[in-house]
């Protein structure tokens, strides 16, 4: 039998590592709604990432792993390794990512929906999906201007205060009732501390004047040095912005001296040469 290594963190979800194809492993897994990822090399807990774990299931497959005879090791990371910051900067990159490859997607349509060598019936096709696609990444635009959004801050505040208490009630009753190191006590304590983690962070990103992927958004536009630029893109430690009214320069986030927000209708602008990589300002 193999040694496997049950892990649970708020980046990779819940992971089973370690198992062979001839093990057995997966027979005990599948069932209990575990899936195989073929990039991971790994078994997987769907809908387990950037959520705190569910103790229930993890302990589940713990016991019947080891029951069939393999040797199991657990670890448990509730909170994010790189900080709540990081987490919501990633969150942002994936929500840009798949704008742009919904755009990227739009152009292909419209650019078949005007060509000469279609069918008017497949002209007509091309342009409808050139729409909805477009469409989808208009929605993705709208979500990222809104998470930003003060009023939609404040009301992510309240929803995780609201939370908090809720959760810290629960956590007190299961204590009263001698639950404690339960899987029950565990679920809902591992739920609060991330729900505190959160509200922390939003809490402070109410509160700062600096500029970040929390508060500008593609299309707003940035003083640096002087100059006002165009932001083209958002990333974790940098700004990707227009420069010359065709290339892009990235530059890190302190030294963004200000920031004013575009129209929501608009989309972002994109360099003329996509193919050439942003150039450090200087």
Partial sequence: MSNLAVTHTF??????????????????????????GRGLRAWYLPSSREHAPDRGRLTQAIEQLGQVGHAVEASVVV???????????????????????????ADRHES??????????LRWSESQAAAETRARAGRITEQLNSRRSPSAIRGR????????????????????????????WCQVHDQLELDRGQL???????????????????????RIRGYWRTVIRVNA???TVQVNGWGSGRTAWADVQEHRAGHPEQPAPRPRRPSARPRQLT
């Fill in 79 to 105: 909170a994010p390794s790189a900080g709540y910051a990081a987490a919501e900067g990633r969150y942002i990159e994936r929500l840009q990512d798949a704008r742009e490859a919904l755009i990227a997607r």
């Fill in 11 to 36: 980046e990779d979800g819940a992971l089973v590592r370690g198992t062979q194809r001839s093990d057995g492993a997966g027979e005990v897994l599948k069932p209990l709604g575990w899936r195989w």
């Fill in 200 to 222: 922390a962070y939003w809490q402070q990103t109410s509160q700062e004047t600096t500029h970040g992927p929390g508060t500008v958004m593609p299309g707003d536009q940035v």
């Fill in 237 to 239: 430690k940098s700004v």
């Fill in 112 to 121: 078949a929906a005007n060509s000469d060598n279609q069918s008017t019936e």
């Fill in 157 to 184: 505040i309240a929803h995780l205060q609201r939370d908090v208490a809720a959760g810290q009630r629960t956590l007190d009753a299961l204590e009263r009732a001698d639950e404690r190191g339960t899987d029950k």
